[in-house]
C-alpha cells in the first residue's frame, strides 16, 4: 500500500459536558456590550460553542506529552518544527466546532492580590463572562489512517487509548485552565473504526445514514478514574468544615433582595447558576499562592540564617510554580510568556451544609466601641454533620520537579490542620477545613492518607523527600 493510500477512517461522536465553567472570549463585545473585559464566543445565531481549533490544541498537546511521534502523525508536523522533521506530515484529524446546549451564561470577576499584604491591588479588578457548568453539546472528530501509519499501527494505538481515557476521565480547554475553569469529559463516546480493506466496511461507510462499521466500540464517561501525566504532582482531598465558610457574592445578595425585599442581607456565598454553593478555583488558587509565599519565607528564615534569605525569594519560587505576578508582568514583561503550571479545580458543595444568617456589628477601629447604624448581616454555610466530608479539593502541579510536589503537600498539610483560611471573614474563624481523606499522585505512584488511621511508613518516608527537596531548593536559591 502506498503511503499517500487512506487505508481506513476512525470516527469519534459522544456527548461533550462541561464540568466547569468555559472561558473561551470573543475579545470586546457587541455594540452596547463594552461593559465585560471578556465576552463568550458565539457563532453567527448568537449560540456559544467551542471551536475545533481550541479542542485540537489542548488534545494534540496531550498526546505529544507521551509521544511527539505519534503527536505527528495524528495531528501532523507543527509548522516550527518543519526544519527539524525527518518527514513532514499533514493533519490526519478533522475535529468540528461543539454548538453547546443548556448554556447558561455567568458574569465572573476578578482582582489580583498582593503577594505581601493578602488585600486586593487597586484599580485590577476585572469582569468576564463564562459558560456555566453543565453545558453540553456533540463533539465529533474523524481520524483519517494512510499507509504511512501502518508501521507506527502499535504507537497509533496506544495514544488512540491514552486519547480515548482523557477524553472520558476529563481534560481542559479554553482560558484560565490552572484557576478551575474549562474541565470537561464525554458523558458517552462511540468509536467506528472503517477498514476500507473490508468490503462491509466500505459499503456502511459509503451508505447515505453511515452504517455502523464492524469494529464498533462504545464507552461510558466515568470522571473518577482520571487520566494524568505521569509528571503532573496531583492532590484529591476531601475536607470538613471546621466552622462556616463565605466567599462573598454582593451581586447575588441584592439580586435576593430585589426578589424578596429583604435588604438586611449584604453578602451570600457564591452559588453557580443551578443554585448550588461553589469555591471558585480563582480564589483557591489565590489563597494557595499566598500561602506558598508565607511557606517558604518562614523555612527559608527556619534552614538558612536571616541574611541568607532575602525579601523577594520566596516570589521568584512561586511565580516560577504560579506565573508571574501582575506586577512582575509589567515590569518584565517578557514573563507574561511564561504560564502557570499549578493547577486547581473548582470545588462544588451540593450536600450536608445549610445557609445561616449572622449579624453583626462594625467596630471603630480607634475606640474599640460599636459604630451607630452599622449594622450588618452576612450569609454563610455551616456544616450539618461534624466530621463528614462536604468539599473536594483538587490541585496540584503540571510537569511539577520534586521540590514543587514538597510546596504542595506543605500547602495540603496547612489546609488539613485549618491553617489556611479559605474565602471571606477570616478574622472570625470563618473558612477553616478539617482534612478527612487524600490520594496523592505523582510519577505512576499513588498515596493515601487518612484522619483515621495512620499513614503507612514507607508512604510517609517517599512523601518527607519531596519536602527535603523543597529545603534543598531553598537553600540553592539563597546561594
Not at 504507537?155 to 488512540?160: H, P, W, Y
Not at 511564561?338 to 477601629?365: C, P
Request: one cysteine or more; hydrophobic letters at 40%.
Amino acid at each position: 500500500m502506498k503511503q499517500e493510500s487512506i487505508a481506513a477512517k476512525i470516527v469519534a461522536e459522544g456527548e461533550l459536558v462541561l464540568d466547569a465553567p468555559l472561558l473561551i472570549g470573543s475579545g470586546g463585545g457587541a455594540e452596547g456590550e463594552d461593559d465585560k473585559d471578556i465576552h463568550v464566543l458565539r457563532n453567527k445565531e448568537g449560540m456559544p460553542y467551542i471551536p475545533g481549533t481550541s479542542l485540537a490544541g489542548v488534545l494534540r498537546a496531550f498526546v505529544e506529552a507521551d509521544d511527539p511521534e505519534a503527536g505527528a502523525l495524528i495531528f501532523g508536523t507543527p509548522q516550527d518544527r518543519y526544519s527539524n522533521a525527518a518527514l513532514e506530515l499533514q493533519s490526519a484529524i478533522s475535529i468540528y466546532d461543539v454548538k453547546l446546549s443548556n448554556a447558561r451564561t455567568i458574569v465572573r470577576d476578578g482582582v489580583s492580590i498582593d503577594g505581601v499584604t493578602g488585600v486586593a491591588v487597586e484599580h485590577h479588578k476585572f469582569d468576564y463572562e463564562a459558560i456555566d457548568s453543565g453545558a453540553h453539546g456533540i463533539l465529533q472528530l474523524e481520524i483519517t489512517l494512510r499507509g504511512i501509519h501502518a508501521a507506527e499501527q502499535e504507537n497509533l494505538d496506544a495514544a488512540m487509548e491514552r486519547l480515548r481515557g482523557r477524553l472520558l476521565g476529563g481534560f481542559y480547554l479554553g482560558a484560565h485552565t490552572t484557576k478551575g475553569f474549562g474541565r470537561a469529559h464525554m458523558s458517552n463516546l462511540t468509536v467506528n473504526r472503517y477498514d476500507f480493506r473490508q468490503p462491509k466496511d466500505v459499503l456502511s461507510w459509503l451508505s447515505p445514514e453511515r452504517k455502523e462499521a464492524s469494529c464498533h466500540e462504545q464507552y461510558e464517561g466515568n470522571t473518577e478514574q482520571r487520566v494524568y501525566a505521569a509528571e503532573d504532582f496531583v492532590i484529591d482531598a476531601d475536607f470538613a468544615l471546621a466552622h462556616s465558610l463565605i466567599i462573598r457574592d454582593y451581586d447575588k445578595a441584592t439580586r435576593d433582595a430585589q426578589s424578596s425585599g429583604d435588604t438586611s442581607i449584604s453578602a451570600v456565598m457564591k452559588t453557580d447558576s443551578r443554585g448550588r454553593y461553589i469555591i471558585p478555583g480563582t480564589s483557591l488558587k489565590g489563597v494557595l499562592r499566598h500561602r506558598s509565599a508565607y511557606i517558604l519565607q518562614q523555612l527559608g528564615a527556619a534552614v538558612l540564617p536571616s541574611e541568607a534569605w532575602q525579601l523577594g525569594r520566596e516570589e521568584a519560587l512561586v511565580e516560577y510554580t504560579m506565573g508571574p505576578s501582575p506586577e512582575t508582568m509589567k515590569l518584565r514583561p517578557n514573563e507574561a510568556k511564561r504560564r502557570s503550571r499549578f493547577l486547581v479545580d473548582e470545588a462544588v458543595i451540593t450536600q450536608g451544609v445549610i445557609a445561616k444568617e449572622q449579624s453583626r456589628n462594625r467596630i471603630d477601629r480607634f475606640t474599640g466601641g460599636t459604630i451607630d447604624t452599622a449594622l450588618f448581616t452576612t450569609k454563610p454555610i455551616w456544616q450539618k454533620k461534624r466530621e463528614e466530608p462536604v468539599v473536594r479539593l483538587h490541585f496540584g502541579v503540571k510537569a511539577a520537579e520534586s521540590w514543587e510536589a514538597g510546596l504542595a503537600l506543605l500547602l495540603l498539610k496547612d489546609l488539613w490542620l485549618g491553617r489556611t483560611a479559605i474565602g471571606g471573614e477570616k478574622s472570625i474563624g470563618r473558612g477553616t477545613l478539617k482534612g478527612v481523606r487524600a490520594t496523592i499522585s505523582y510519577d505512576g505512584k499513588k498515596w493515601e492518607i487518612s484522619n483515621e488511621k495512620k499513614t503507612d511508613a514507607r508512604h510517609a518516608e517517599a512523601l518527607q523527600q519531596f519536602v527535603t527537596a523543597l529545603v534543598q531548593k531553598i537553600k540553592e536559591a539563597a546561594e
